[in-house]
């Protein structure tokens, strides 16, 4: 597997998860201080224009690495929860860098 499989993927996770918790400031001003209207509304398309592209890029990667369905729904879904990505993304590097490097019979784990 070619290493800017990867680093698509984590780079996009790292901006998915940034944007998540831009996100969710942009709420709490929104709903709790009843301000910030205009920025909350930009700020959530533009994340999920972000998430489409990272789901596009973890399914891509996940296809590569064939992945099992459940581990792949966790990794897809872990940009909708905040601080989930940076800890998922940590870990999917840890465990798809073998692949990436070569190593020949390198377990995937599910």
């Not at 996770?13 to 709490?28: G, I, K, P, S, W």
């Not at 909350?40 to 990272?54: E, F, K, N, P, R």
């Not at 990505?85 to 940590?90: D, P, S």
Request: aromatic residues 14%; contains cysteine; positive net charge.
């Amino acid at each position: 597997m070619k290493s800017s499989v990867l680093t698509r993927y984590r780079v996009m996770a790292y901006v998915t998860a940034v944007m998540l918790l831009v996100l969710c400031t942009c709420m709490v001003f929104k709903y709790g201080f009843d301000m910030g209207e205009d920025v909350t509304l930009a700020v959530s398309q533009v994340h999920g224009v972000l998430y489409i592209i990272y789901l596009v890029f973890a399914f891509d990667l996940g296809s590569k690495a064939r992945w099992p369905f459940g581990k792949l729904l966790w990794v897809l879904l872990s940009g909708t929860i905040p601080f989930a990505a940076f800890f998922v993304e940590r870990r999917i590097a840890r465990e798809t860098l073998p692949l990436v490097n070569g190593v020949p019979g390198a377990p995937v784990k599910a």
